[in-house]
Every structure is written in C-alpha cells, then in structure tokens.
Nanobody, 123 residues
Framework: VQLQASGGGLVQAGGSLTLSCTYS????????IGWFRQAPGKEREPISC????????VVADSVKGRFTISRDNFKATVYLHMNNLKPEDTGVYYC?????????????????WGKGTLVTVSS
C-alpha cells in the first residue's frame, strides 16, 4: 500500500496549484482519500476528502470556494485543485486513505499515509 503526494511548490498569493496523490495497493482502490495539511508548529488540519466512487466530497470551511477535490480511478490519482492561494495555506500537504469520507475528518482515523508535499505561498 502506497500513497505519494506531489505537485507542491512556491507560489504567490492569489495563484493556483494542483496537488496529486497517486495511490497503489489494495484496498486503496476502495478507500476514500483525504488531504491534510500541517503548518509549522501547528497540528495537522483536515482539508478535503473524496469517497472511492467520487460521489461524496467534503471540503473544510477554511478552503471552501477556493479548493476542489477530484479523483480519477483509472489513473489511481486524487487531485486537490487550489485556487486563490493565501499565505495561510502554506504547509506540508499529505494525502491519506480511510474507508469513508466523512464530514468530521480526523487524522487519527486515516489508516494509510503518504509523504507530504510542501506548498509555500508568498505574500
């Protein structure tokens, strides 16, 4: 079982980035995938998740209207499309797998984690 986040980088405020989470290994094909971020000195914060079918999506209030999530099961990839980025969006972004995508996303409920990708938004 493996998840790999990619696509991070340095971007100016107001810019856009799309992160990718490529997953492999059973049972991730049937799992929800979530995105979390962790800013320096802060706890890991839930951002968004998507169910295995793509039919259920949750987006945190802090990014609603700016971030969207999508999934391509043929490519075994989940995307986090980030628009109108703000300096407070800076952090390491992680993707993780869990059975369900639920409104109350809790990091401790996610079974599988990938290494993160760093997003830095300059003002």
């Amino acid at each position: 079982v493996q998840l790999q986040a990619s696509g991070g980088g340095l971007v100016q405020a107001g810019g856009s980035l799309t992160l990718s989470c490529t997953y492999s290994g059973s049972p991730l094909d049937y799992y929800a995938i979530g995105w979390f971020r962790q800013a320096p000195g802060k706890e890991r914060e839930p951002i968004s998740c998507i169910s295995s079918s793509g039919g259920t999506k949750v987006v945190a209030d802090s990014v609603k209207g700016r971030f969207t999530i999508s999934r391509d099961n043929f490519k075994a990839t989940v995307y986090l499309h980030m628009n109108n980025l703000k300096p407070e969006d800076t952090g390491v972004y992680y993707c993780a797998g869990d059975l369900f995508c639920q409104q109350n996303m809790r990091p401790d409920e996610y079974e599988y984690w990938g290494k993160g990708t760093l997003v830095t938004v300059s003002s």
